[in-house]
């Protein structure tokens, strides 16, 4: 019986806090809706550690907002450590980037890793032409090169449409090679992450590409040459 007992208030227990966490998400999605005619959110969740909810806006910033929905700031949560500030918000974007799985990107592994990017690119950008060029010599520095489709133009874009060929073709890396060389690209269609992964990109600050993610976590825009990108990632 007393078993029962206590299992029962655990149960009770559980099922309050995950009402309250409901209720002020509702609050919050409210009050935003309010302070921010017309945003769309695309996710809320309770900080671990911070009590603040983080919300992120669809194509905008993310928000961290107090649990009654009345106070929110814009910009980055750092967090205080004897070794300095860590940027929790930077983090947690690089983190959806490494969560992504890699049999929805374009790789191009090394051999002998040793470290990866992920590339957030787009086949009619000149600058991503550049870097393209290089992945052979990053691969021989053992860098892999995880490649996601950012078309500038948006959904629906002839980019776009180029890069849904490329992901549904029988040989990605072969006609992502093709078509950053200015080669047609065979019309193909199928089920495929190329929205998801522009609005990924969106999501978590990319502007412009190339946009690098190093596996260290660390976000670097535009264009950066092999031997630059092999000493950020300590090669």
């Known amino acids: 019986m007393k078993i029962r007992y206590i299992f029962g208030l655990l149960t009770l ?28 959110i695309g996710s809320i969740s309770e ?5 603040l909810y983080v919300v992120s806006i669809e194509n905008g910033p993310t928000l961290h907002v107090t649990k009654d929905g009345k106070y ?9 450590e004897d070794s300095g500030l860590v940027n929790e918000t930077e983090n947690a974007k690089m983190a959806k980037v490494e969560a992504m799985p890699e049999d929805q990107m374009i790789v191009f592994k090394a ?3 040793k470290a990866h990017i992920t590339v957030f690119t787009d086949v009619d950008c000149g600058y991503c032409r550049m870097l393209h060029r290089e992945v052979d ?3 021989d520095l053992g860098i892999t090169v995880r490649y996601m489709a950012y078309p500038r ?20 890396k072969y006609w ?11 019309q193909n269609k199928c089920e495929n992450p190329v929205a998801d992964q522009f609005n ?12 690098i993610v190093l596996s260290n976590g660390k976000f670097m825009p535009g264009y950066i040459e092999a031997n630059r990108l092999a000493a950020e990632l300590g090669l």
Not at 13 to 40: C, M
Not at 47 to 51: E, P, R, V
Not at 200 to 211: A, D, E, I, Q
């Open 13 to 40: 227990s559980l099922t309050l806090l995950a009402q309250s966490a409901f209720a002020g998400q509702e609050e919050i999605e409210k009050a935003l809706q309010k302070a921010i005619p017309g945003a769309k």
């Open 47 to 51: 900080h671990s550690s911070a009590g």
């Open 72 to 80: 929110f700031v814009l910009g980055d949560l750092y967090r205080v």
């Open 111 to 113: 051999k002998d890793e």
């Open 137 to 139: 010599q990053l691969n």
């Open 153 to 172: 133009a948006g959904i629906g874009s002839p980019a776009y449409n180029t890069m849904v060929s490329i992901w549904c073709s029988d040989n990605p």
């Open 176 to 186: 992502m090679t093709q078509a950053k060389q200015g080669e047609e690209v065979p």
């Open 200 to 211: 990924l990109g969106n999501s978590v600050g990319v502007r412009g590409t190339p946009s």
